[in-house]
């Protein structure tokens, strides 16, 4: 399915991703309309500085909750694709403020289902996480839930034609929150934290996350779990390509924290297909016909995708081209 003449709504469209779809499928694609839909109105200004919603644009902006089911239905009228990207996803906040991270994670997933549902919608595709594989902090339980949620909601669209799918990745390179921009500050006073000097992450560069989730739009027919095959790079590793020299502060595992994540799990595996650059992982169990993806394999038993493991790594000369700093 082409995004040519599509409308396409991406909700928390004013965060990274949202920022970074909207230049690439601007770039590669001819969408009919790209519904940026958030709720923060100085943001979406911002936005709107860079990518104008003016006569003959493809842009508009849609001030909204993803916790507010009506004004949901208002936007999806007349809307082909949904991108669901709206989230709390910062760990200690969602730790602190349990009932917010319920709500919009959880609950306001929920009302993005059932509003494409009702609405007819063609695709809907969420960005998931590894930290909802085997989560131990709240984000991660709320991203599983979101995942359930999104997954067997094809039981109940079938009739309306809507087929829903997630994707799942690990960190992005220089989003938001991310180690990266917080690294970069630190070595202004030469003396980074390091919660961890064996901690690996998965680790994907915005543009890279993109271009998965539009060739995810083009591929999934409904219920999968899309699993990019990224690098893996220690946190210290990370450190030490970014601030060379400088004073590493030990500053212990924070609450919430795994040395070591997973993108696919050893109980995932056993539904979980190789496609060459990516795993699909299957629904557990589904109440509706489907198609296989032509040269999806199983993969092996006792299989597991975690950031220790991997088999590729990220190179310290790789991070410094991702992130613009030269060589030394």
Known sequence: MSLDNQVILVTG??????KKFVEV??????????????RDEL???????????ISGS???????????????????????IVVHA?????VPACEYNPFEAINTNIIGTQNVVEAAIDHGIKKVLALSTDKAVNPINLYGATKLCAEKLVVQANSYSRIRKTRLS???????????????????????????????MEMTRFWI?????????VNCIDQMDGGEIFVPKIPSMKIADLAAAIAPGCKIDIIGTRPGEKRHEFLVSQDEAR???????????????????????????????????ASDSNDSWLSDEDLKRIIGIEKS
Not at 205 to 213: C, P, R
Not at 295 to 303: R, S, T
């Open 13 to 18: 469209g004013t965060g990274s991703f949202g």
């Open 25 to 38: 499928v601007l770039r590669d694609h001819k969408p009919d309309k790209i519904i940026i839909f958030s």
């Open 43 to 53: 943001k979406q200004f911002e936005m709107q500085q860079v990518f104008p919603s």
């Open 58 to 80: 493809a842009m508009r902006y849609f001030i909204g909750d993803v916790r507010d089911r009506n004004r949901l239905n208002r936007a999806f009228e007349g809307v082909d």
């Open 86 to 90: 709206a989230a709390l996803k910062q």
């Open 166 to 196: 997630c994707v799942r990745y690990g960190n992005v390179i220089g989003s938001r929150g991310s180690v990266v921009p917080i690294f970069l500050e630190q070595r202004k006073k030469g003396v980074l934290s390091v919660t961890d």
């Open 205 to 213: 560069t915005l543009e890279g996350g993109v271009e998965f989730v």
């Open 271 to 305: 539904h979980t297909k190789d496609l060459g650059d990516m795993y699909i992982i299957d629904p557990i169990s589904k109440s509706w016909e489907s198609v296989d993806h032509p040269g999806a394999k199983p993969v092996p038993e006792g299989f597991s995708f």
